[in-house]
């Protein structure tokens, strides 16, 4: 008798019902035929009805009554629909991040096209900004509202889709077909992968790589020739020619009939930076971002697919992208939050490019100027290349930093926002005429509470993170649950003066223009900046002098050159240190380099205020300094002593419930099976095993009425995690919990 061969089929990934992959029997014609991704037809149900689906995997095992196990119709024509590393790349996912096969599968694999492509109308416009305004004139004359609210857009951007001309601008299509009578607008289906870049263009010459760059790019490229595969991490200050080596090792790929996938931060993903890419590789380049649509995305991956562009720039999706045989991988700005998925799988997108490298036999590229602890410390260990770039290629001097002590201010008798050092620097550069950024750090910010007269921060006893403050006036922490009623006081000095930090960009800008009348202002943070545009808007009015100060919170860290800002003052360094999860001093010490770098781009040197109440905090102190190598050594020793990622693996368990009791119950009894179970060899090893923390409430203990509970497993292997979370779902799936759902997040990067 022949050896039966079995097929695990996942069958129609949009249900979610069918979530596991059902046993069919390989008839003997296909017997050989078959391989994983392979897109089959299967009979299903109970009429037997011809459904697709793709082969996980194969075995000889047969998990059914194989008397009643049906057979594999067919191969489906047409191909391969999934491509079999995308399915495997999926099993890998769900395997270490937890999630469903299906989860998976719709993560890695391109939406289906939905029918046709005429939902994705574009009104692009014909006639000037002038005879634009001159229409908007009349049309206010004439109140003819509706048609004012386009022309004014119009007036700003060269194309609107349609959907928001009449969606949230709520213009009716018989306004935008007698505009475009008018001929003042065009209504296009369009593609939108259009390449920017004048073709016609001569390419420009490449610029001879300084000593550093080169030696990055032959280790690189010697090691991929000799078949070694390799993570690499570029650590190289803002302006130190990362991009540039990108380039190359891209130019170096291509010729070797290999594709390339760069990934760079949505909020990174400017104008200029992609230009630079067209520029050089013409319309071989493609990119994806979060603006195409469903369709488009779609497009993009089948001309991936059939080898019609080679590169293609994106944000963490992009990492998907369907290439037959992918050679290097960029992740810019490695450090970037953005990177992790917050939704399930929860991927950080460096350990999965890593992956799609080693099924794609592809190299793997960091870079950053304030690398994560987690790469740093694998690239110190030996497991990924290091390569350091100092000097700034474009010129320009580093700029000279000033650390404020705010609690020197407040006993000198200044309670104002601003420093005395900032107010004068500030005074000088409006009279110069120079511009300034003003930059409030508030991510993370979660109601921390400190001591305007000592600096001293509230922190949990056990975990060494900030507590947060609640409106019941409790002090909570955010891992463990600890929880304390907000002191009169402060513990250390006694001061009155102890309380949350609470000042909006908003608040600033009033006290700035009380302090200064006159000032022309920019605010740039959530609330100015909805959409992609308006921060493209603010920016650049900002670049074009339109205003002296910009004031704003990260966002304005990032991207743009601004020449002539000379000052950059940072407002209250201490907001993310005050943030209650482990990596607050990584963030600060990251968003202050990011700022400080933001002064003196130009010819004029510039001048960095960081005001603190904690000017001995070493991620402050580092980063006045710009160590990167100093910090890292602090920190590291933080984490290790915490046992934190990356030292240690952190799991959080995210249980969600319509009842408080039950989520509260139902949290309890997992931490108590995740800690539990045969873990007694733990002790025997070395390193500190297994620790549980929690279960606490969530940061945001509610939403939409759903209550969020959490708890933390900590070990130094991360398959040890993987293990507990294969552990919990078996329980989970013998107690099925009715009104409880769970999620899992390896090593996050947000407090849950
Ligand atoms: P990063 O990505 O590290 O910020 P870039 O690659 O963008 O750095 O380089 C910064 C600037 O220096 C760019 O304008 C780039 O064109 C220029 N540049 C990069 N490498 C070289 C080089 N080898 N010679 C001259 N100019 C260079
Ligand atoms: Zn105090
Ligand atoms: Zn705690």
């Known amino acids: 008798m022949t050896k039966e061969q079995y097929a695990d089929v996942i069958v129609d990934i949009s249900h979610e019902k069918l979530d596991r992959p059902f046993q069919y029997r390989v008839p003997e014609k296909l017997l050989g035929a078959l391989a994983p991704g392979m897109c089959v037809a299967v009979p299903f ?56 096969m299906i989860q998976a599968l719709k993560t890695v694999l391109p939406a289906k096209k939905t029918v046709g492509r005429l939902e994705h109308k574009y009104l692009v416009r014909l ?44 213009v009716s299509p018989s306004t935008i077909s007698s505009l475009e009578k008018a001929g003042a607008i065009r209504v296009e289906s369009q593609r939108l992968f259009r390449n920017p870049v004048k073709l016609t263009r001569p390419k420009t010459q490449l610029p001879a790589l300084s000593a550093g760059q080169q030696q990055i790019v032959d280790q690189v490229i010697s090691d991929f020739d000799k078949g070694e595969r390799g993570t690499y991490l570029v650590h190289g200050i803002t302006g130190s020619g990362k991009t540039e080596v990108y380039m190359q090792l891209i130019g170096e790929m291509l010729k070797r009939g290999r594709q390339a996938i760069v990934l760079i931060p949505e909020i990174a993903l400017t104008y200029q930076t992609l230009l630079r890419f067209f520029t050089r590789f013409g319309d071989r380049v493609s990119v994806l971002n979060s603006t195409l649509s469903l369709g488009e995305k779609y497009d993009q991956c089948e001309r991936a697919k059939n080898g019609e562009i080679d590169v293609i720039i994106g944000p963490r999706s992009a990492l998907f992208t369907p290439f037959p045989n992918i050679g290097l991988i960029v992740i810019d700005e490695e450090h970037e939050s953005s990177y992790k998925s917050e939704s399930s799988p929860k991927y950080h997108a460096r350990e999965t490019a890593i992956e799609v490298a080693r099924l794609h036999g592809a190299s793997v590229v960091l870079g950053s100027a304030t690398p994560s602890l987690e790469a740093y410390y694998r690239a110190r260990k030996g497991e990924y290349g290091l390569f350091t770039l100092k000097e700034r290629l474009t010129g320009g001097a580093l700029p000279q930093i000033h650390t404020v002590d705010l609690r020197k201010e407040l006993k000198e008798g200044n309670r104002s926002i601003f420093s005395r050092k900032l107010q004068t620097l500030l005074a000088g ?79 600033i800008e009033e006290k700035l223009k009380e302090l200064f009348p006159g000032v022309r202002t920019l605010r740039m943070d959530g609330d100015t900046t909805k959409t992609k545009d308006s921060y493209e808007k603010i920016l650049s009015a900002f670049a074009a002098g339109e205003a002296d100060v910009l004031i704003g919170t990260q966002m304005i860290v990032k991207g743009h050159d601004f020449p002539r800002v000379t000052l950059v003052g940072i407002l209250a360094a201490d907001l993310s240190l005050g943030a209650a999860d482990y990596r607050a001093g990584e963030r600060t010490f990251q968003l202050l380099t990011q700022a400080a ?24 102190q580092r980063a006045a300094a710009q160590d990167y190598e100093g910090f890292y050594q602090e920190e590291i020793l933080y984490r290790e002593l915490m046992g934190y990622p990356p030292v240690c693996h952190m799991l959080a368990v995210q249980i969600f419930s319509r009842e408080e009791e039950g989520g509260k119950k139902l949290a309890g009894q997992l931490a108590q099976w995740a800690g539990g179970l045969g873990w007694e060899q733990d002790s025997k090893e070395k390193g500190m095993g297994l620790r549980i923390i929690g279960p606490a409430p969530g940061a945001i203990g509610r939403i939409n009425d759903i209550f969020r509970f959490v708890f933390y497993v900590k070990h130094e292997n991360y398959d040890k995690l993987v293990q507990i979370k294969d552990l919990l779902e078996e329980k989970l799936e013998t107690c099925r919990p009715l009104r409880e759902s769970v999620q899992f997040d390896f090593d996050p990067v947000n407090v849950l």
């Open 45 to 100: 149900g109970k009429g037997n009805r011809l459904i697709n689906g793709y082969v996980l995997s194969l075995s000889g095992d047969c998990r059914f009554d194989p008397g009643k196990i049906k057979d594999i119709a067919g191969i489906v024509k047409g191909g391969v629909a999934a491509q079999d590393k995308m399915i495997l790349l999926a099993d890998w996912m769900r395997r270490n991040y937890g999630s469903t």
């Open 597 to 620: 770098g933001r002064a003196g781009r130009g010819t004029i040197p510039g001048q960095v205020v960081i005001q603190t109440y904690q000017p001995e905090h070493y991620a402050i």
């Open 127 to 170: 006639l000037g900004r002038e005879e634009i305004l001159s229409l908007l004139g009349e049309s206010i004359r004439k109140k003819q509202t509706a048609k004012e609210r386009l022309l004014r857009e119009l007036a700003e951007r060269e194309e609107i889709p349609y959907g928001e001309a009449v969606g949230s601008l709520g």
């Open 429 to 507: 550069g409006l009279e110069r005429g120079e511009q300034s950024i003003l930059f409030l750090n508030r991510r993370g910010y979660a109601g921390f509470v400190s001591c305007r007269a000592c600096g001293y921060v509230m922190k949990c006893p056990h975990c060494d993170v900030s507590l947060s403050e609640h409106k019941n006036g409790l002090l909570i922490c955010h891992y463990c649950g600890f929880q304390r009623p907000k002191p009169a006081g402060c513990p250390q000095c006694g001061s009155k003066y102890i309380m949350g930090f609470r000042a909006g960009t908003q608040q």
